[in-house]
């Protein structure tokens, strides 16, 4: 968050972005669990690495995290299925 905002230094779950007005925004969970529309530019997510391009579903760290959770998922689906015959 910008300099002496009540939240500076906080990590906040991050659920969505959108641009507007050409600029990256945020939407965020705050502590409280409301959500808020924050500038980018207000957080260190520039330092973090580049913002998201648009249209991209996550990055290829995430997606390969959610393949082994869907592998282990479907390979104990096929083992219930078995066990049922």
Known sequence: MRA??????????????MRR?????????????????IPAAWTDLEEAGEAPAAGTL?????LLVARRVLDGL??????????AR
């Not at 002496?4 to 972005?17: D, M, T, V, Y």
């Not at 996550?58 to 995430?62: L, T």
Request: hydrophobic share 40%.
């Open 4 to 17: 002496r905002h009540p939240l500076e230094g906080c990590s906040l779950a991050l659920i969505g972005w």
């Open 21 to 37: 007005r050409r600029s990256l925004e945020l939407i965020l969970v705050l502590p409280d669990g409301s959500r808020a529309l």
């Open 58 to 62: 996550a990055s290829p760290a995430d």
């Open 74 to 83: 479907l390979r104990a689906s096929e083992d219930d299925g078995q066990a």
